[in-house]
């Protein structure tokens, strides 16, 4: 299970992957940014953005088990989390926008399993994936609507801009399940001096 930096270390992630595999020299100049809201007021000349619009509990695995920390310690269950994206490609031209966010589409459906190995790379700090995790992501467009009400909000001409939701990101509790006390090996009853003839 993930640590609370894992929201963070994702989107880094994210960026990371695309920044790492973009074709040069074609997009050598192109920024890599992860964005707020109030960033869209302003954009960038070239280069993608990445903001988190959204985080639900994921529906599938509501109720995990509790965990069991490296310490041997059980801790409360942990908390499965999807995050939505917004993936906006920047340029000065629409061509040159449209052939950014073509090739990051498709950088993106080449991957779409991250493992904690590379997740950690990106990380603020080691280890805050698991060695045994990985978390998936997945194309996933928002309707006309949805859409404008994200743009609504960030009161700004929408640019180029695609969906994507980052599945089953599970944050591990550091609350700690306390044990009962000794267990109970034998159990006597008194029934108040039966007597039998």
Known sequence: MARYQSIAAAGEAILGLLRDSRPRPEYESARFDLFQLKDFQAGMDEGLSLYLYRIGVNGSRRNLPPTLGLDGKR??????????FLLTAWAKTAAVQQRLLGWAVRALQDVPVLPASFL???APEPEVFRPNEAVELIFDPLSLADMNNLWGAAKTTPPLSVTYV??????????EIAEGGDLVQARGFDFGGLQTK
């Open 75 to 84: 801790y409360r269950p942990a908390l499965p989390l999807d995050l939505h």
């Open 120 to 122: 950690n790379n990106y």
């Open 166 to 175: 980052l599945r089953m990101l599970a944050i591990e509790s550091e609350v």
